[in-house]
Nanobody
Framework: QVQLVESGEGLVQAGGSLRLSCAASGRPFSDLVMGWFRQTAGRQREFVAAISWSGNSTYYAHSLKGRFAISRDNNKNMVYLQMNSLNPEDPAVYYC????????????????WGQGTQVTVSS
């Protein structure tokens, strides 16, 4: 079982930036593919980004590529999501997720989830 704890919740102005963090424990971190998803009330969970075991490969939701960046530090068992140019479509609960297989944008393929952290954007 992998435990994931997100942090970095915050309120930012439109156009601003925010970095989310996720601490993982319970399994060797370098065995895990890490992802970020987000969800707003009444909407389906949305894939944001994922990063491979070593961090050498990443992929993003098409609409977010260029504004968001996922990274990881395998020495600290941490994964990050840097969010820039935040706009009114970005507020959501952001979830960190982990699995062992790389390449899926489907949240159903991820077996471990954090509790989520709220991102709010003011206009």
């Amino acid at each position: 079982q992998v435990q994931l704890v997100e942090s970095g919740e915050g309120l930012v102005q439109a156009g601003g930036s925010l970095r989310l963090s996720c601490a993982a424990s319970g399994r060797p971190f370098s065995d895990l593919v890490m992802g970020w998803f987000r969800q707003t009330a009444g909407r389906q969970r949305e894939f944001v980004a994922a990063i491979s075991w070593s961090g050498n490969s990443t992929y993003y939701a098409h609409s977010l590529k260029g504004r968001f960046a996922i990274s990881r530090d395998n020495n600290k068992n941490m994964v990050y999501l840097q969010m820039n140019s935040l706009n009114p479509e970005d507020p959501a609960v952001y979830y960190c997720a982990a699995d062992y297989t790389y390449g899926s944008r489907d949240g159903g393929e991820y077996t471990n989830w954090g509790q989520g952290t709220q991102v709010t954007v003011s206009s």
